[in-house]
T-cell receptor
């Protein structure tokens, strides 16, 4: 167990819908990272939050947004879902600003039908 | 940005065999990690190894930072070693950081 908790584990939804993925980092970790893993793109960085503030964005679509709350948990919101958004979404956390020692949650498998 | 290349892309082993997986990266790095993604999709940290050599049971890793490569050794492979092995390096952005992953090596260990 990495100590990073993601919910839900599986999600099936229809095109056009909106979903929220949740991540609870390891106790004491201030950084949260979101990644998307798809068959054609591999593991792609989406966004990095540190202590509640957005720090870096990767290839994140405008339909996607994220937040990190004061208790340091994070949510990834995906809207106007398309079939191509089907993927495994990972959250990772690390103690400091760096990715050193980052641990990953078990992922949320999103299927858009 | 930084490029991470892994080889081989695919590997089939008989149980008990040894293997070496390679990761080449295009720039100097502060952080390099090896992960194993099991058949259930979970990403498991194997090593944090920006330089030097580390061992953990049947697995060991070596990173030669000056030559920009890392090697993951798996000895006496078991069927439970099957899955995808990823190398990832840290890329420092203006205000944040990210891990850049290679495409992975798919390992299948047959009994």
């Amino acid at each position: 167990d990495s100590g990073v908790t993601q919910t839900p584990k599986h999600l099936i939804t229809a095109t056009g819908q909106r979903v929220t993925l949740r991540c609870s980092p390891r106790s004491g970790d201030l950084s949260v990272y979101w990644y998307q893993q798809s068959l054609d793109q591999g593991l792609q960085f989406l966004i990095h939050y540190y202590n509640g503030e957005e720090r870096a964005k990767g290839n994140i679509l405008e339909r996607f947004s994220a937040q990190q709350f004061p208790d340091l948990h994070s949510e990834l919101n995906l809207s106007s879902l398309e079939l191509g958004d089907s993927a495994l979404y990972f959250c990772a956390s690390s103690v400091e600003y760096s990715t050193v020692g980052a641990f990953f949650g078990q992922g949320t498998r999103l299927t858009v039908v | 940005g930084i490029q991470v290349e892994q080889s081989p892309p695919d590997l089939i082993l008989q149980e008990g065999a040894n293997s070496t997986l390679r990761c080449n990266f295009s720039d100097s790095v502060n952080n390099l990690q090896w992960f194993h993604q099991n058949p259930w999709g979970q990403l498991i940290n194997l090593f944090y190894i920006p330089s030097g050599t580390k061992q953990n049971g049947r697995l060991s890793a070596t990173t030669v930072a000056t030559e920009r490569y890392s090697l993951l050794y798996i000895s006496s492979s078991q069927t439970t070693d099957s899955g995808v092995y990823f190398c990832a390096v840290e890329f420092v952005m203006e205000y944040g950081n990210k891990l850049v992953f290679g495409a992975g090596t798919i390992l299948r260990v047959k009994s």
